[in-house]
């Protein structure tokens, strides 16, 4: 018998991919810590960017629940994933979205009065944010949104998805002027640069390995 013939068998499993367990619990943690953030700036009355940022305004302006607007402001960002992304980033953004609106049910139950200094709320609202968004990334998902968008032009064009972010969420900080003071719309942009620097410093082709 041949030395090949008992060599061991070749396997297609890449030691590399997260295990459904893996993806499962970087779901549940990275919206969990997203959300969190996002109800830390929510306490301080403040906005960050992409369609969390956006939902927060809309939820300012008009009374309804974050919970509600943040899944339909999403919508139609689901059906670009969809199309450019595939099913299974899609399903898994989904799911994010429906996971971070519960959790924003949650929070408020478990921490009905927080008593924050405004700067440390917004800046560390967008600091877990951040965080939570890398950890969706890094497991084939994110928050939705302009989210996908700045993924999109990171994989077609290989600008960093942080740097895209950024340029994108400027127009939402601009337009929450016209509800909110311009000190907390100031204090918003410095988070929402946070924000979109740990997914710059963080979130590059190449460098993180799993997948």
């Known amino acids: 018998m041949s030395t090949s013939a008992l060599a061991a068998p070749k396997t297609t499993t890449d030691p590399l991919a997260h295990g459904r367990a893996e993806d499962i619990f970087g779901l549940l943690s990275g919206t969990f810590v997203a959300s969190l953030g996002i109800y830390l700036l929510h306490s301080a009355h403040a906005v960050t960017g992409g369609t969390a940022g956006l939902s927060l305004l809309i939820s300012y302006a008009t009374g309804w629940s974050f919970s509600l607007v943040y899944p339909l402001s999403n919508l139609p960002f689901l059906a ?67 989210n996908t968008v700045a993924l999109l032009a990171q994989e077609r064009f290989g600008w960093r998805a942080g740097y895209v972010q950024l340029a994108l969420d400027g127009s939402i900080i601009v337009a929450s002027l016209t509800i909110m003071s311009p000190p907390i719309v100031a204090l918003s942009a410095a988070g929402a640069v946070v924000l979109s620097l740990v997914l710059a410093l963080n979130h590059r082709p190449g460098r993180y390995l799993g997948h």
Do not use: C, D, E, Q
């Open 80 to 146: 670009l994933a969809l199309r450019r992304k595939g099913w299974s980033f899609t399903l898994r953004t989904l799911v994010s979205i429906v996971l971070v609106s519960s959790f924003a049910l949650l929070h408020p139950l478990a921490m009905p009065i927080l008593r924050l200094n405004t700067p440390y709320a917004v800046l560390v609202g967008n600091l877990l944010a951040g965080v939570g968004m890398l950890i969706l990334f890094r497991h084939k998902s994110s928050l939705g949104g302009l």
